[in-house]
């Protein structure tokens, strides 16, 4: 029985994925936290064969919680829950030593059988990852335009500002919270090095980033 931890903010979806493995009856879900600080104070008394983040509806990628699992039980392997809009974090995630990715959208079976590769020492990367992944690094590489500073997502929330919608209006039609949307707008004012909305809204029009 492999023993797995999960760390996703939404209590509905960490619910869904314990389901799928209840169902599977092929792993243990020994731990289920909504913060990085929960996780820890709950990993002290017991060791997950896999830890599984919900990076969707974390803040900033869930880059920073993956920087401070890897630093502080750097032999349990990560495992994913992601979307083709984190393509820009794809090789961040694999730098930080992440062994595999689950899109929002596999099968119960696919999540079960990406466990048990990484329970086993392997990885799980399907070929969607990777050509995602390229299509990415080609965008960086030979885009023309300045909007290609910014991740998709980023786009994406950019957009929406320059729509007139609120932060929590974003964070529905995104399926993220009101506070990632904030993260991601920080991201966005201090990578165009601009300071409101009402310029975000003008660099967009510019950018014809709206079309």
């Known amino acids: 029985m ?12 960490a619910s869904g994925i314990q389901s ?35 990076v969707i509806h974390g803040d900033n990628s869930g880059i920073r919680s993956i ?6 039980y750097p032999k349990t392997p990560i495992l994913l829950i992601l979307s083709k809009h984190y393509s820009d974090s794809f090789e961040e995630y694999i730098r930080l030593g992440v ?27 399907r070929k969607k990852v990777w050509d995602i992944f390229k299509t990415s690094i080609q965008k960086r590489k030979y885009g023309k335009t300045k909007s290609q500073v910014l ?20 964070g529905t039609l995104l399926n993220i919270s009101p506070r990632t949307v904030e993260t991601h707008k920080r991201n966005i004012l201090s990578k ?12 967009a029009l510019r950018q014809h980033v709206l079309t």
């Open 99 to 125: 062994k595999g990715f689950i899109f929002n959208d596999a099968t119960g079976k696919e999540l079960v059988e990406a466990i048990k590769k990484l329970k086993n020492g392997g990885e799980f990367f």
């Open 192 to 203: 165009l090095k601009i300071h409101s909305t009402a310029e975000m809204v003008q660099y």
């Open 67 to 72: 920087k401070k699992i890897r630093k502080n």
């Open 20 to 54: 799928i493995l209840d169902v599977a009856k092929e792993c243990e879900v020994i731990v289920r936290a909504e913060t990085y600080y929960d996780l820890v104070k709950q990993l002290k008394s017991v060791s997950p064969d896999i830890i599984i983040i919900d």
């Open 2 to 13: 492999c023993k797995v931890a999960i760390l996703d903010k939404f209590t509905l979806f």
């Open 151 to 170: 991740t998709d997502r980023e786009v994406d929330v950019l957009k929406l500002f320059s729509q007139g919608h609120t932060y929590k209006e974003i």
